[in-house]
């Protein structure tokens, strides 16, 4: 089965261009993202990675960390490392896995044979405080993720955790937000003494909390 959403995401030990980590021992206590991509020297995968690279403050501002992965060895992220610095102006400033046995990738559900039998698909897995998995989304080799969408989910994620609220469609930080459906109205009087709009006894609107 593979990994699913409330899942302890799995631990492993591998080699990453920061030295070796014990996966559960790095998340430590706090958010992370592991993004897997599907090969070096290739030019989408350059992109994102230099994209990752140039995002870094926003993730650190949001208390997550990033780490990346792919199949091939470690060697070869430190050549290709040298590469996206020349092309896309920051080299990664966070770990990549290395994992040629495809160990790592396979623990996650990244290889896709029907797709592609060696190489790893476009997955972004963003895994909570408690090591569960909050979010998993897979894109095809051909296509490059959208981080922006990816740090507007972590937003979306952490307000959730903070203040039991959840964000409707095309939400951006700043926009109203959704008091949750598991908070009862009684709870929702402490928690937002100012009320909230009710278009519907289930649409409770409020606007974003902290703001
Ligand atoms: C790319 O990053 O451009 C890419 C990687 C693997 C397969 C196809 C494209």
Redesign the pocket.
């Known amino acids: 089965m593979s990994l699913q959403l409330g899942d302890i995401v799995p631990d492993f030990t591998a080699e990453t261009t920061e030295g070796t980590i014990h996966f559960h021992d790095w998340l430590g206590g706090g958010w992370a993202v592991l993004f897997s991509?599907?090969?070096d020297f290739?030019?989408?995968?350059?992109?994102?990675l230099g994209e990752v690279a140039r995002l870094k403050p926003e993730f650190d501002k949001r208390g997550v960390k990033v780490i990346g992965l792919s199949v091939d060895p470690l060697e070869s992220h430190h050549k290709w490392s040298q590469d996206i610095a020349e092309t896309q102006g920051q080299a990664p400033n966070y770990p990549l896995i290395a994992d040629p046995d495809r160990r790592v990738s396979s623990l996650y559900g990244a290889i896709h044979p029907n797709a592609?039998d060696t190489?790893t698909v476009?997955s972004v897995y963003v895994i909570g405080p408690d090591k569960k998995l909050k979010l998993s989304i897979t894109y095809?080799?051909?296509t490059?993720r959208n981080f922006q969408e990816i740090l507007r989910v972590i937003d979306s994620l952490q307000l959730t955790a903070k203040h039991g609220v959840a964000t409707p469609v095309n939400w951006k930080d700043g926009d109203d937000v959704i008091i949750a459906g598991s908070v009862s109205d009684e709870d929702a009087k402490k928690r937002f003494p100012e009320g909230w709009k009710a278009p519907k006894p289930y649409l409770r609107i409020v606007p974003q909390p902290g703001k």
């Open positions: 991509h599907p090969k290739t030019p989408v995968c350059t992109t994102e592609n190489l476009r095809p080799a051909s490059g």
